[in-house]
Every structure is written in structure tokens, then in C-alpha cells.
């Protein structure tokens, strides 16, 4: 979470503290795209869009927001060149170590979602060692999606829901919406109220599908590199100003 940018500790004036999503969803789109702009090779978008997401990481700390979910890697990004999956796999063991010690002086509770199976063992060591030493943390809820797909992760929770009425330990009659999200990675969290999706696309892109039922989407622009505090303040104002109906009237 380190930043060498300014903090700014309070909540801006404008923005209602009893009205804060209590958590946030981020696709954190366009990375590549800022790297072309600017002459640079992909991987440098990434390492910038690393910054972006300690920023934003330490900015619901500073402004009261629980809880924040990012979609880091999917099941489709396998299909990108070596040269950038490696990358971003090294790119992430690098961060889950160079940040825990600040995740545990700031109380993040870090979690990770999604098969990491597949992921390099090395990288799984840096995941369980970050998550094991901030397990008891009470600060924001930090869940980083590595190797995840809204749709597999729905599969699994109904696979294993089908073993359960297999064995005899619930009937199929009682299988409702509660037991499916129960059985979801996001199982102890509050559904997401917002979602924010940087680079312009309209899409949610096999993320979080089941929890993304009744959120907020937020789509700027803004490449994910350049994500910041005042764009995440323009994303809370005009969360601020949405009337959530949930399908009432």
C-alpha cells in the first residue's frame, strides 16, 4: 500500500459519509492501452496499474469503505502471450511480499479467489503467507480475483450444493439463493454496491456474476494506470447521486 502520492485522510466535503458503498468491486481495465500511449511495453502499464490499486487500497482505508474486491487475472488472460502472463505472475508473488508487511501494520485482511491451481507454486506460497498473516485483521477487506471466472465459480458452488443433496445433508427443496451465495468465494462478504470499471468498456467481463446482481456500475474512461484518488472521488459522487430501487418502484 505504499504511495508516494499526498494522502488525503478525510472523506472529501461533498461526499455523504453515511451513504458510502460499504464495497466495491473494480475491473481494472486498460493497462495496456496507457503503455501504448506512451511508447512503453505492456508491463509497464501493469506496474503502474499496481500503484493505482495501492492507492485506491489505502483510499478506502482513509474514507471508511470496508471492503474491496479487484479482478486481477482471469480464466480468459491464459490466453495472452508468455511474456506477459509470466509477468503478471511474478508481478504478483512480488507484490503479495513486498506489501504484507504494510497489509499487517494497516489491518488489511487480504483474501484471494478463484482456482490457483493453476497458478505457479511459488506464487501460491506468496498467497498463503499473505492471507495467513493477515487473517485476524480487522481493517478493509481486501479480495484479489487471480485465475477467477464468475461462471466457473457458479458451477463449483452448484457441484459441490449437488454433493451435499448426493450425501444426504440437505434435500434439493432447500436449496435457495442463500445457499448458493454461502458456497460462493465471497461467501462472508456483503454483495458488492458498486462496480467500477475502468478504460470504457461496457462489459463485466465473467466477474462476480452472481454478486453483481443489484450493483452500481460505474464506467469511466479513465485507463485503470491513471485511476486515482479524485477518480475515485468523481466515481463516489456519482454513486451518491444513483436511487437504489432493488426492482421496487
Known amino acids: 500500500m505504499t504511495s508516494n502520492a499526498t494522502s488525503l485522510i478525510e472523506l472529501p466535503t461533498d461526499l455523504d459519509c453515511t451513504h458510502l458503498p460499504k464495497h466495491i468491486a473494480a475491473i481494472m481495465d486498460g493497462n495496456g492501452r496507457w503503455a501504448k500511449r506512451r511508447g512503453f511495453p505492456r508491463m509497464m502499464g501493469h506496474k503502474h496499474g499496481a500503484n493505482a490499486l495501492r492507492e485506491l487500497l489505502r483510499c ?24 506477459e502472463v509470466d509477468f503478471l505472475m511474478t508481478l504478483f508473488e512480488n507484490l503479495f511480499q513486498i ?4 497489509m499487517v ?7 484471494v479467489v478463484g482456482n490457483l491451481d493453476n497458478v505457479p507454486p511459488s506464487l501460491r506460497s506468496a498467497i498463503d503467507r499473505a492471507v495467513t498473516a ?39 427443496t432447500d436449496i435457495d439463493e ?15 454496491d458498486l462496480l467500477i470499471r475502468t478504460s470504457g468498456e461496457m462489459r463485466i467481463s465473467n466477474f462476480l456474476l452472481w ?31 444513483r436511487h437504489r430501487r432493488f426492482g421496487k418502484a
Open 105 to 111: 501494520a494497516e489491518q488489511v485482511k487480504l483474501d
Open 178 to 192: 442463500n445457499t448458493i451465495s454461502k458456497h460462493l468465494h465471497t461467501a462472508d462478504l456483503p454483495d458488492p
Open 60 to 83: 478506502c482505508k482513509d474514507w471508511g469503505i470496508g471492503a474491496l474486491t479487484v479482478y486481477a487475472f482471469s480464466t480468459e488472460n491464459w490466453g495472452r502471450s508468455i511474456e
Open 99 to 102: 506489501e504484507l508487511a504494510e
Open 211 to 241: 454478486q453483481l446482481a443489484y450493483a452500481e456500475i460505474y464506467v469511466t474512461d479513465t485507463l485503470w494506470p491513471d485511476f486515482d484518488r479524485r477518480a475515485f472521488h468523481l466515481a463516489l459522487l456519482d454513486y451518491q447521486q
Open 134 to 172: 493477515t487473517q485476524d485483521n480487522q481493517g478493509v477487506r481486501f479480495t484479489v480475483a487471480i485465475n477467477y471466472g464468475g461462471r466457473q465459480e457458479i458451477v463449483r458452488a452448484c457441484q459441490t450444493i449437488a454433493t451435499q443433496v448426493q450425501q444426504g445433508l440437505i434435500k434439493s
